[in-house]
């Protein structure tokens, strides 16, 4: 009996080693596992960052150069203005004509307007898309322009800022000063057209247009013009 007890305590002791043994070899193999599935999860996150900051980077200087165009814009057409002698209100405008400047004082913004809306003149500058500037001998009593919401302080990013009351400045081509008052500001339906053919005065407006980019609404602002 005594013997077996010994017998038994040596096999325990040799199990016990045993199992020592392999738990030497199968830790470390875990630890190495676990270490190289970290090493590849702190590569692809290295490089996911990398892409987005580039894509970021990008983003930034391409809406730079759009805003340095405007701004070229604006210079050339104030300079080819000095050397033109054109007073024919009846000529007709290229898309890409610029047939004024709009300004906002409030949102500390300046920018040429395109005669036409496109895409590719709408990433440069705001658009006209419906109504007749300037208003002589005009039946279209509503202006409406439409600019891009780059969700920062560009282009018509902030005109849901805008509050009653707040000028807004449209210089035509003969430097005709148009100054608008800020009468109401709000949202409507993407499919919804009717701040663009239908006027809530009786006087000459001004709606200015824009993308909500977090539920897909458009902003619209009206103004009222002051004089004529």
């Excluded at 599935?37 to 730079?64: E, G, M, P, R």
């Excluded at 109504?131 to 902030?158: T, V």
């Excluded at 003969?174 to 409507?188: G, L």
């Amino acid at each position: 009996m005594y013997m077996n007890q010994i017998i038994n305590i040596d096999l325990n002791k040799h199990i016990d080693q045993s199992e020592d043994s392999n738990n030497k070899y199968t830790i470390p193999s875990k630890k190495h596992s676990y270490k190289k599935i970290f090493n590849i999860q702190f590569f692809l996150s290295i490089i996911a960052i990398f892409i987005i900051t580039s894509v970021f980077t990008y983003y930034k200087i391409s809406l730079n150069h759009k805003e340095d165009f405007s701004n070229l814009l604006i210079n050339n057409y104030s300079i080819t203005k000095l050397y033109s002698d054109n007073t024919d209100n009846s000529t007709q405008l290229e898309s890409n004509s610029i047939i004024g400047i709009i300004k906002i004082p409030a949102l500390n913004i300046s920018y040429p307007i395109f005669n036409e809306l496109t895409d590719e003149l709408l990433k440069t500058s705001p658009c006209r898309f419906f109504g007749d500037f300037p208003y002589i001998n005009s039946n279209n009593s509503n202006l409406c322009i439409a600019g891009h919401n780059y969700d920062n302080d560009k282009f018509f990013s902030k005109i849901k800022e805008l509050n009653i009351d707040d000028k807004i400045y449209v210089y035509d081509t003969y430097d005709n000063q148009y100054t608008y008052s800020v009468i109401k500001n709000y949202e409507v339906k993407s499919d919804d057209l009717s701040p663009v053919y239908h006027t809530i005065t009786d006087s000459f407006e001004l709606t200015l247009v824009t993308c909500n980019n977090f539920n897909g609404n458009r902003i619209i602002i009206k103004a009222k013009i002051e004089d004529v």
